[in-house]
């Protein structure tokens, strides 16, 4: 059995004060939106997603899509934080800064010096890839 996973996100509802768990946030907004008129599983484009969300002019939020946009497909991040930051348009100090907030929430791992190893629960690539990205995830990953 496995044991649920702490939530990273704080999600208050802004008329009441009150604090939502992701799930019971998801549960309510996403079916009210949905409906009943969809049952059954939903298919996600990460790719076209990633395009969805690099609307945002978050230079977090760029970090974040970027990263997921230039890993290999066992999920390796071969760029300093620099080239990063070069690469966005944005500082590199913003660049550190999410690099350091996802190493200390577990979801990405220091390799080596310019190398980063992100967590394959996130998004991996399907077939040989994924097993492969969670093996070498295991090899770097202290919890």
């Known amino acids: 059995m496995s044991t649920p996973i702490e939530s990273r996100f704080q999600i208050v509802d802004r008329n009441t004060g009150e604090e939502v768990t992701e799930e019971n946030f998801l549960k309510e907004h996403y079916n009210e939106i949905r ?15 990633l395009r969805f969300m690099a609307i945002s002019d978050n230079s977090k939020t760029r970090v974040l899509l970027h990263l997921l946009e230039v890993k290999s497909s066992q999920n390796l991040i071969s760029k300093t934080s620099r080239v990063l930051a070069d690469e966005l348009g944005i500082s590199k100090n913003t660049v550190n800064t999410v690099m350091k907030k996802l190493q200390e929430e577990g979801l990405l791992v220091k390799v080596k010096q310019g190398t980063y190893l992100l967590d394959p629960d996130v998004m991996v690539y399907g077939g040989t890839n994924a097993w492969r990205a969670k093996d070498i995830w295991m090899k770097h990953h202290r919890t």
């Open 35 to 49: 409906g009943n008129q969809k049952k059954g599983f939903e298919i996600v484009y990460p790719y076209k997603l």
